[in-house]
Nanobody, 127 residues
Framework: QVQLVESGGGSVQAGGSLRLSCAAS????????MGWFRQAPGKEREGVAS???????NYADSVKGRFTISQDNAKAIVYLQMTGLKPEDTAMYYC?????????????????????WGQGTQVTVSS
């Protein structure tokens, strides 16, 4: 059973940066792909970034060039470095794990592909 715990959220001004962390247990990097999702009040949850076991990354268009996903397989931690934050980035951010290996073809930013979820960490960006 994979368990995920997010941390690193907070309140920042527009243009600022935050780094989110997701500590995973029961996780085998070779068998899982990881993703970050977010959900703002009144909106659907959306995929932000994903990374697979060989380090292939995918990003939503809205965050390309500003957010970077990475992973430390030895520590079983996935990071989301967020720079150039905008008020529209305000949301609850979730870490998720999919039982998908790197060679599988699937929508890496679709929440329906991810089986395990953390509790979320709040990010608030003020203008």
């Amino acid at each position: 059973q994979v368990q995920l715990v997010e941390s690193g959220g907070g309140s920042v001004q527009a243009g600022g940066s935050l780094r989110l962390s997701c500590a995973a247990s029961g996780y085998t990097s070779s068998r899982h792909s990881m993703g970050w999702f977010r959900q703002a009040p009144g909106k659907e949850r959306e995929g932000v970034a994903s990374i697979d076991s060989v380090g292939t990354t995918n990003y939503a268009d809205s965050v390309k060039g500003r957010f970077t996903i990475s992973q430390d397989n030895a520590k079983a931690i996935v990071y989301l470095q967020m720079t150039g934050l905008k008020p529209e980035d305000t949301a609850m951010y979730y870490c998720a794990a999919a039982e998908r290996r790197f060679y599988e073809v699937f929508d890496r930013l679709s929440e329906y592909e991810y089986r395990y979820w953390g509790q979320g960490t709040q990010v608030t960006v003020s203008s």
